[in-house]
């Protein structure tokens, strides 16, 4: 498999099969966060990996679907934004794109393995703090569930055309 044909075979994936996610498997995906590039190389991200099934249920209380408590394990991904890099210039904290390369790094590995993953954004992050009891500087990214996909139909992917993505030189 090539890479445009993983990156292809990547979907988000909203059912899962109960069954348990092999922790060798759990650990290829976190090596592949592990190994993103990040600003400076600060590597300002942590992840909670989930899989107590009473923590996953309280866990639905900051994402209210059910599809995302069906999930086996679901993948915290935090920025620190202590350890972030920040430009000089203007400010610009750069914590938030550092987790989301890694997050994708996981997600694209998670498909390689046969794993199905959703990237979730719109969560609570005031009940992620309570629940996890996370430190002030920890922000939660992205909620991942992962698991066996109970679906494996491909759906076909919705994209914009290249020609009205891309400039070439200048505007
Ligand atoms: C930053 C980000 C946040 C997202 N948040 C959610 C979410 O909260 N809930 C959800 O069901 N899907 C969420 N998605 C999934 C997108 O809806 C999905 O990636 C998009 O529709 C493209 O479909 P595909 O992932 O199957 O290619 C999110 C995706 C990204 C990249």
Redesign the pocket.
Known sequence: MNFLELAAL???V?NFQPRVVEKEKLLYVLEAARIAPSAANFQPWHFIVVNDPEIIKSIYQI?H?EW?ASAPTIIVAIGDHEKGWRRAKDGKDFTDIDV?IAVDHLTLAAAEVGLGT??????DPEKCYNIFNMPENFEPI??IPIGYPEDTSK?I??RKPLDQLVTWNRF
């Open positions: 990547r979907s988000s909203r994402y679907r995302f989301a959703c990237w979730v954004c719109n969560f992205a909620l759906a992917k919705q």
